[in-house]
């Protein structure tokens, strides 16, 4: 097994499907619900949520909450969470992140966060600690979901 560290060629491998041996398909939608806007992006083992708000404050956070458990697809695959719009959050705000973060933990697959300002990734890991996967890119949000995935796989085979 061998790693290249060429982002230009991860990159190209990430967009034709090759890396890790998988083949995505993409589906993206946007979607409105109630105040608020998203897109999603499927793939083969991953679902891309992209919040394209500026502010996620306790009015919208059970939007937020309620709108992401309604996707079926994160049921059986890795959730990224791509908050790269958002500017600013309240504490219902970050719970609500979380609550969507740990949410996939709880059904035995994996999750990260990626785009967050240097404030909110500040405000999200001091208020949850345990909230390990917070990475500034979608490629290395990516990676983080793709390894804990097949770490997975792992120890199954090893059962």
Known sequence: MFLIRSDYFC????????????????????????????KIDTKEKIVLLRLEEETLDAKMSDTFVSS????????EKNLILD???LQSADDAGLKAIFTVYMRQYDRGLSAAVT???????????A????????????????DM???????RELNLDDE
Not at 12 to 38: A, P
Not at 68 to 75: C, D, F, G, T, Y
Not at 115 to 125: I, R
Not at 145 to 151: A, I, K, P, T
């Open 68 to 75: 992401a458990a309604a996707i079926s697809e994160l049921e």
């Open 11 to 38: 990159k190209d491998l990430y967009r034709t499907g090759f890396l890790f041996g998988v083949s995505f398909f993409y589906n993206v939608k946007n979607i409105t619900s109630g105040n608020m806007q998203f």
């Open 127 to 142: 208020a949850y600690p345990e909230m390990l996967n917070i990475v500034p890119t979608e490629s290395e949000a990516t």
């Open 145 to 151: 979901v793709m390894m804990e995935d097949l770490e």
């Open 115 to 125: 785009g967050l300002n240097s404030t909110l990734t500040q405000n999200l890991s």
């Open 83 to 85: 908050l790269r719009s």
